[in-house]
């Protein structure tokens, strides 16, 4: 499938009188080579659903469609329904839009297990993450363009400036690899920081929803009051005990603690 003979996405949104709106956190990436580069990155997808969220003019949308994936794009934004449509008439039964919030759709209505491959509106992309992480959607694996210093924070490693919350949830569930840069300039308008894509692919065994449950409630004590000792911050659950029943330092900080502690900790939580 090829959609070449459209015309520019550039001129398509011209053409409709088409522009970023902040209150959505749009960055319209318009060069096609680009996100048939993300597209490639998100693996073999050729008749494969695929959740995008954010499609706005459709440039990863065409993307997806050429690599041969059926498509559920979710779009908040009612201006870009008639240049999604318009794909939709071109790749018929291949793509279903949604005119929908994703972080109120109801999972129920998205193909459980079904890859992500998106670029994220900033202004939402951590609570999506957070809830494709851990609620009931369990999406396959998931390639995701984010704000380069929030992918910065998903791949930390424990020591590092950036490790945190996110960086636990994140690495408790997935393989987390910065797959791709891209500079301010490559997106329009371009915003005031670069940009980068993460590929979460799921690990073999995936904790119980009552670690998860426990997971959430440790990082937010932890890392809620970072630069307080886990014997100060985790005072309300367990404190010293709960770190020296699994062997972690009650005097270390948050952010020294690798991701196996603090699963650690939830298990003797959950348990």
């Known amino acids: 499938m090829s959609f070449d003979d459209l015309p520019p996405l550039r001129e398509s ?8 709106r902040k209150r959505f956190g749009q960055h319209f990436l318009l060069d096609l080579n680009l996100t048939r580069k993300i597209a490639r990155l998100a693996g073999s997808i050729a008749g494969e659903a695929v959740i995008e969220v954010g499609p706005g003019p459709g440039g990863l949308t065409r993307a997806l469609l050429e690599e041969g994936a059926r498509v559920i794009a ?16 071109r790749a018929p039964g291949k793509l279903d839009v949604r005119h929908a919030d994703a972080l109120t759709i109801d999972p129920a209505t998205l193909p459980a297990g079904a890859p992500i491959v998106a670029n994220l509106p900033y202004n939402v992309a951590t609570p999506l993450l957070i809830g494709w992480l851990v609620g009931p959607l369990k999406p396959a694996a998931m390639t995701l363009m984010f704000q380069k210093e929030v992918a910065e924070r998903i791949v930390a490693a424990p020591g590092s400036k950036a490790y945190g919350r996110l960086s636990v949830l994140a690495q408790a569930l997935r393989d987390a690899e910065i797959v791709m840069e891209l500079p301010a300039r490559a997106f329009t308008p371009p915003p005031k920081v670069a940009s980068a894509v993460v590929r979460l692919t799921p690990k073999p065994t995936r904790p119980p929803d009552a670690e998860l449950k426990a997971l959430q409630q440790l990082t937010a004590a932890a890392f809620g009051q970072r630069r307080k000792m886990l014997r100060s911050s985790l005072k309300g659950l367990g404190g010293e005990a709960l770190c020296r029943t699994v062997g972690v330092d009650p005097d270390a900080r948050a952010e020294t603690v690798p991701v196996a502690g603090f699963l650690a900790m939830v298990r003797a939580l959950a348990g």
């Open 13 to 20: 949104l011209a053409a409709a009188g088409l522009g970023a």
């Open 74 to 89: 979710i779009e908040a934004d009612a201006r870009f329904l008639p240049l999604l449509a318009e794909l939709a008439e």
